[in-house]
């Protein structure tokens, strides 16, 4: 429908990843910040050994899979034909 108004393909695939990137990184700030309170206790011991690098690189590689994921998805969706799309609504 927003082809059909006025956007171009590349500022619909943009808002779409604009929009998905943010609702991803919220989400893994927020799974984080509450793994991180969960884990509070143990984090807090001396016997405590967290390799922080192996889960930066972890959530890292999640965000990006999910950016690109994200970017496929939508530039497939917005190559089709407007008008058939549009009698088929």
């Known amino acids: 429908m927003m082809l059909a108004v006025g956007f171009r393909r590349g500022q619909l695939v943009g808002l779409i990843l604009m929009e998905n990137g943010v609702l991803l990184l919220l989400g893994v700030v ?3 910040v509450c793994a991180l309170v969960a884990m ?7 016997l405590a050994d ?21 970017a496929i998805a939508s530039g ?12 088929s609504e």
């Open 30 to 32: 927020i799974g984080t």
């Open 40 to 46: 509070a206790p143990h984090l807090a011991s001396a």
């Open 50 to 70: 967290v390799k922080w690098a192996s889960l930066a690189a972890t959530l890292l590689a999640c965000v990006l899979v999910g950016l690109v994921s994200c």
């Open 76 to 87: 497939l969706s917005v190559r089709g034909e407007l008008l058939s799309a549009l009698r």
